[in-house]
């Protein structure tokens, strides 16, 4: 079975510029997360999806970041404009909800560098 | 809110030298609690959960057991490797459904 499948697993874009991440979440899952990865401040949560809905935003940074997920199979994390200080590890991850104890999968990662 | 704290690194260890890293975790209720590896360059992977109170999660010689009491989940192998070398991270889920991770520690192994 197909794990999460995270899309592009390295961009290196320059400052201004629209990114767009890419995530495919585990057939049947229902829950989906968008994390970010810094040496600075760890792993942060940006957002979550429960059954396609957003659920918690509160860690998105600010208005330049948005995410969507259409349909059960697809979400997106865009930044727009980009800024160097954007530069980090983007991970996307599901789970089946309904149990505390279900296991959050994560993708490999998309790297993001903003020159 | 959910929070989890486990002890600062870099550890370095001897290879068959005995492994602890600490974790304590704030949450309300019976949260499930997580053990994740991330290795060089990679995402991270599940190392082994437990889901209440008294459980041993175990997986790969790696153990941890849910303390309700001291409301920790230390991990522990008896004997690292070199491939051992990673970042662990302990984490949980409550009653939000999201994971709250801790900072991560590295782990250096040597011959």
């Known amino acids: 079975d197909a794990g999460v499948i995270q899309s592009p697993r390295h961009e290196v874009t320059e400052m201004g510029q629209e990114v767009t991440l890419r995530c495919k979440p585990i057939?049947?899952?229902?829950?989906l997360f968008w994390y970010r990865q810094t040496m600075m401040r760890g792993l942060e949560l940006l957002i979550y999806?429960?059954?396609?809905?957003?659920?918690?935003d509160s860690g998105m940074p600010e208005d330049r970041f948005s995410a969507k997920m259409p349909n059960a199979s697809f979400s997106t994390l865009k930044i727009q404009p980009s800024e160097p200080r954007d530069s980090a590890v983007y991970f996307c991850?599901?789970?089946?909800?309904?149990?505390?104890?279900?296991?959050?999968?994560f993708g490999e990662g998309s790297w993001l560098t903003v020159v | 809110g959910d929070s989890v704290t486990q002890m600062e690194g870099p550890v370095t260890l001897s290879e068959e030298a005995f492994l602890t890293i600490n974790c304590t975790y704030t949450?309300?209720?019976?949260?499930?609690l997580f053990w994740y590896v991330q290795y060089p360059g990679e995402g991270l992977q599940l190392l082994l959960k437990?889901?209440?109170?008294?459980d041993k999660g175990s997986n790969k010689g790696f153990e941890a057991t849910y303390r309700k009491e001291t409301t920790s989940f230390h991990l522990e192998k008896g004997s690292v490797q070199v491939s051992d070398s990673a970042v662990y991270f302990c984490?949980?889920?409550?009653?939000?459904?999201?994971?709250?991770f801790g900072t991560g520690t590295r782990l250096q192994v040597t011959l």
């Open positions: 991850a599901s789970r089946q909800q309904g149990f505390t104890g279900n296991t959050i999968y």
């Open positions: 057939s049947g899952h229902n829950s």
């Open positions: 999806f429960n059954n396609n809905v957003p659920i918690d």
């Open positions: 949450a309300t209720g019976y949260p499930s």
């Open positions: 437990a889901t209440k109170a008294d």
């Open positions: 984490a949980l889920t409550g009653t939000a459904s999201k994971l709250t």
